[in-house]
């Protein structure tokens, strides 16, 4: 971090850092008498391009940080500009922070974001305002139009363009409407339009894109929630004309609108002329009618699946609950939440290493140490030499284990308490919200294993508490391999023979648990439609919960994965020789295959609350898009095969490959998930499930394009 002080003038013109011609514009002091404030989170793909197309000119440029964690800083400091760390407060309240706190001296302000960047034809224009009188000036503020791009083309039509935002304005005579998503500036004047543009151009692709506006679709339903139930529908000031048109029609239209993302979609791409943009127009508009559709499905969840009470309280605290930020969907690094949760080596048996009948290289075991807990509190012992866990966290554990009483069972016919030689495995990252009910419908189990990914809410301290050992994962991102539960599966020194995977959003019945007993102490004989295949591992089925309700149609039922098996003998599958493929440090479409045969099916089944919300959803499917995309360049290849005549994942597997050579993909999987797996049967939520299957497959598309693009610019840059 340096002290802002003005960037000095080399000549009597101020170069152009891209290369462009210089300006000829000037103060009589030899300053620009502007200051650029770049708001920032993540940005290292975006930062460079916005500091280089005004650092050459502006006296000072201040690079407001919210606690980043990949290399924006470094940037910041690399172009020697001014960087303070502010931690988030809101898209409002941050900037209005940096114009409250930042020592602004110049005349004018431009607010820049750091996907964007300065023309030479804007720079110009801006000096040229800035080099008279400040008092000769009547306007108090500029909109700046920008023009956005949109998988490395201009998006010039779809209502997109032109674009204008107040962001030039007289130091102290503007600020932030205190609104959560979409903030307009208040201008205390009269204002104006530039001519020149400005450039946006956000490199960090669709993934962070899908994940900005299911945040973006989050705040936008309870911000029209809040006006509702608070009868506030009026601005803090004037807008745009554009701006407040559109606002109005989020207000008063959007609401009460049918099928919002279908008009969405004609508005841009018919009405606006999107479809001159090209292929890059039909996606972009795609994308944004898909963003007035979660509005409109929020907006219904916040209404009809909430009582009264929780909807004011999602319009008092519209920041509350929201899905992962846009700037950490890459697995950034996190603090390890609490101490003692780190593992060292351990040393896996050679009998538990990849069995040679599956296609799988030999995993390297990441960093993790046999959890020795306290028989008192539950807290792993750290390994000889390290220092001792503090006694804040043992008395964390020590207290949880008194408040939750992890030995009582909940009402029905359970196992009794460590009755049964099993163990169950449940990987996991910030899950307080379900870990302890998970864990409490396993305490039959004699061996409790939770393998953690850094998390940095409660889960470790309510895992040990409930009797679980803790392990930390650190996964590779680079090699992308192993995953976490093939790890555990490899490196983790089991007490049983019998290991049970569940998710922590998925629960456990007690007619699962007593034939889970019953198979791991040799009792069991299929019964109900069950089969004992190889005997060595088993199929079990699920319910999904979605909206209140299960799903028994949409493709969602019946859902069968291995999850029980003998821990030697069976290991996740790998899709071609994929490293990183975006979709985390867990296994997801991946299957488990063993190496003693065909595994059986069990009768019964668990329940998984995977999505509470539509923003769960979104946020889950946004990662898992990226893995389809990865899966579809590798050609499905992996240890299950493709077969219509074979098992569930064998057809499911056989279906996808045939589907993706299909035009119109996402509406015949909307058709085929609606109408032929009767997503109809579910009601509003089989309808809601099937139009956000529609946007999978169109997401799932479109991120291959863009893959595709993106190799062949690397192939030309080389060449």
């Known amino acids: 971090m340096t002290d802002p002080s003005p960037h000095p003038v080399v000549d009597s013109a101020f170069p152009d850092a891209t290369g462009g011609r210089p300006s000829p514009f000037r103060t009589l002091e030899g300053r620009s008498n502007i200051e650029v404030v770049i708001p920032a989170f993540n940005e290292e793909l975006n930062l460079t391009e916005a500091i280089r197309s005004v650092v050459a000119w502006a006296d000072v440029v201040h690079v407001v940080d919210s606690q980043s964690t990949d290399a924006t800083r470094e940037i910041a400091a690399r172009f020697g500009v001014h960087c303070v760390v502010q931690p988030w407060l809101g898209y409002a309240k941050q900037k209005n922070w940096a114009l409250e706190h930042l020592p602004l001296r110049a005349d004018w302000v431009f607010i820049l974001d750091a996907d964007e960047s300065i023309t030479p034809e804007l720079r110009d224009e801006l000096l040229a305002v800035a080099a008279r009188p400040v008092g000769a000036v009547e306007e108090s503020g500029f909109y700046v139009n920008r023009l956005t791009y949109f998988l490395g083309s201009p998006i010039r039509h779809c209502g997109y363009f032109p674009s204008y935002n107040l962001r030039f304005f007289k130091r102290g005579k503007a600020r932030y409407e205190e609104r959560e998503v979409h903030e307009h500036m208040i201008v205390d004047g009269p204002t104006s339009r530039l001519i020149h543009l400005m450039n946006h151009e956000d490199r960090r692709g669709l993934e962070h894109l899908i994940a900005k506006h299911n945040r973006y679709s989050t705040l936008e339903a309870r911000e029209l929630t809040r006006e509702r139930l608070l009868r506030r529908r009026e601005d803090a000031g004037p807008l745009e004309r554009g701006i407040a048109m559109r606002r109005w029609l989020k207000r008063n239209v959007l609401p009460r ?33 898909t963003y007035d559709l979660l509005i409109s499905l929020k907006l219904a969840e916040i209404r009809t699946l909430r009582i009264d009470e929780d909807a004011k309280r999602l319009a008092e605290e519209p920041s509350k609950g929201l899905a992962v930020p846009e700037g950490q969907i890459a697995n950034t690094p996190e603090v390890v939440a609490g101490p003692g949760a780190t593992m060292a080596p351990v040393t896996p048996a050679a009998e538990t290493r990849p069995l040679a009948s599956i296609a799988t290289p030999a995993p390297t075991p990441a960093p993790m140490v046999e959890a ?61 919200r379900n870990i302890v009910e998970c864990l409490r419908r396993c305490n039959w189990a004699t061996e409790l294993v939770v393998v953690d990914s850094r998390s940095t809410d409660g889960t470790i301290a309510l895992s040990q508490a409930m009797g679980a050992d803790v392990y930390q994962f650190n996964y590779d991102r680079k090699t992308g391999w192993p995953k976490k539960k093939n790890w555990a599966l490899e490196c983790i020194p089991w007490k049983n023979e019998w290991v049970m995977i569940l998710d922590a959003d998925e629960y456990m019945t007690e007619e699962l648990a007593e034939e889970i007993r019953q198979v791991v102490t040799g009792q069991w004989v299929p019964t109900h439609g069950a089969r004992a295949g190889c005997g060595d591992g088993f199929w079990v089925n699920r319910r999904f919960m979605f909206l209140g309700r299960w799903l028994k149609g949409c493709g969602y039922y019946p859902s069968w994965n291995v999850r029980l098996l003998k821990h030697k003998l069976g290991r996740y599958e790998r899709i071609g020789n994929l490293g990183d493929t975006g979709s985390g440090d867990n296994e997801v479409h ?75 993909r996402p509406t015949l999987r909307f058709i085929y998930s609606y109408v032929f797996q009767k997503g109809w049967m579910d009601g509003y939520a089989g309808l809601v499930m099937c139009r956000l299957l529609s946007w999978y497959e169109f997401v799932s598309i479109a991120k291959a394009k863009e893959m595709a693009q993106q190799e062949r610019e690397r192939s030309s840059r080389v060449v």
Request: hydrophobic fraction near 40%.
């Open 372 to 432: 020795k807990p306290d028989s008192a509190t539950g807290v792993p012992l750290p390994p000889p030499g390290e220092p001792p866990v503090p006694e804040p966290l043992r008395s964390e554990v020590a207290g949880l284990v008194t408040q939750l009483k992890p030995h009582v069972n909940i009402p029905g016919r359970w196992p009794a308490y460590k009755s049964v030689p099993v163990s169950i495995l449940v990987p996991v990252k910030n899950e307080e």
């Open 590 to 664: 991946e299957h488990i295959v063993m190496s003693t045969g065909d595994a059986g099916y069990l009768a019964h089944e668990f329940l998984h609350y995977a999505y509470p919300d539509l923003s769960a959803w979104i946020e889950k499917h946004n990662r898992y898009t990226t893995w389809e995309a990865h899966a579809a360049r590798a050609g499905d290849l992996g240890a299950v095969n493709a077969s219509l005549f074979g098992g569930p994942i064998e057809r499911r597997r056989w279906i996808k490959r045939f589907g993706r050579k299909l035009p119109l």
């Open 257 to 289: 609108l049918p099928l919002s993302g279908l008009w969405r979609f004609f508005y841009m791409y018919i009405v606006r002329l999107g479809f001159l943009d090209g292929v890059a127009g039909l996606r972009f508009c795609l994308l944004l009618a």
